[in-house]
């Protein structure tokens, strides 16, 4: 096909097509266009199809859709690269809403078992999700926005971060100069298990949309940073259990809030 060649989608409902014999009768009929056809969208259920094709085509292929004589009307006609725009939208909303409720539901929990079980460790990271869980809040506002609109979300989601990371570590010196016994290491290696598994699957889907987008891109720079720190809270109960010391959980608590602050340089790099 010519690549100078302007392409539209234009959306047919078609009365008749309940059925892929009524399918493949359009298919054969609209195969007389040649290259001027880029891909059909059946859905019979909707009894629907959008069609891709060269600007120059659409009288020929409303003439064809007329021939068939299914009742075909046209619904819609939009510019194929924003209809590719608003189905890369739609998929960003999509994935955004799942990591968010993953991290609200994860932030919850983790607060509550690292509160029981005294581990800095556990703390730090379920503030590090719920800081996770406002910027994806924040990430869907802006899904199909203008690109300044994004590196602005981005640029806050990075203060966020920072003023974590600095509460953080004001509450990991406290503790140092506190006297308590050690955290509950059993429950600060299983709650991070789960954690681990959680925000693998976060990252996975984030990676997935390949998306360029300020706000996307620091979406997956805190999923990342979620697995680096649950491998390092499942370490520390190792720790704790082999030298009965609370010094270990610390540490890593300390270790999370400086990969939260490293985080946020990023961000603020990338919402320049």
């Known amino acids: 096909m010519d690549n100078q060649k302007k392409m539209t989608v234009t959306l047919f409902k078609v009365k008749e097509m309940d059925c892929p014999s009524e399918e493949n009768i359009i298919r054969m009929k609209l195969a007389e266009l ?7 969208d059946f859905d019979l259920r909707r009894r629907t199809l959008a069609v891709t094709h060269s600007e120059s085509a659409a009288a020929r292929l409303a003439d064809a859709m007329e021939s068939v004589d299914m009742g075909a009307k046209i619904i819609e006609t939009r510019d194929a690269d924003a209809a590719v725009g608003a189905a890369d ?23 509550a078992i690292g509160l029981l079980s005294r581990s800095m460790g556990l703390v730090a990271d379920s503030l590090d999700m719920l800081a996770d869980a406002t910027v994806y809040g924040m990430s869907l506002m802006v899904v199909g926005a203008a690109v300044g609109r994004k590196k602005r979300v981005a640029r806050w989601s990075g203060i966020l971060q920072t003023l974590l990371a600095v509460a953080g570590m004001v509450e990991v010196v406290r503790r140092f100069v506190s006297p308590s016994l050690p955290p509950e290491y059993a429950a600060m290696i299983w709650m991070s298990a789960l954690s681990l598994v959680a925000n693998a699957y976060c990252l996975w889907l984030l990676n997935r949309q390949k998306s360029g987008d300020a706000h996307m891109r620091a979406s997956v720079i805190f999923s990342a940073n979620d697995v680096v720190v649950n491998l390092g809270v499942i370490l520390s109960g ?7 010391s609370r010094v270990p959980d610390l540490v890593v608590g300390a270790v999370v809030f400086v ?14």
């Open 259 to 272: 990969i939260v602050l490293r985080g946020a340089v990023r961000i603020f790099k990338l919402s320049r």
């Open 34 to 40: 040649g290259d001027d056809i880029a891909s059909l």
């Open 238 to 244: 190792v720790a704790v259990w082999v030298f009965n």
């Open 89 to 111: 939208d739609t998929s960003q909303r999509r994935v955004l809403h799942r990591v968010l409720l993953v991290n609200a539901v994860f932030f919850a929990l983790e607060m």
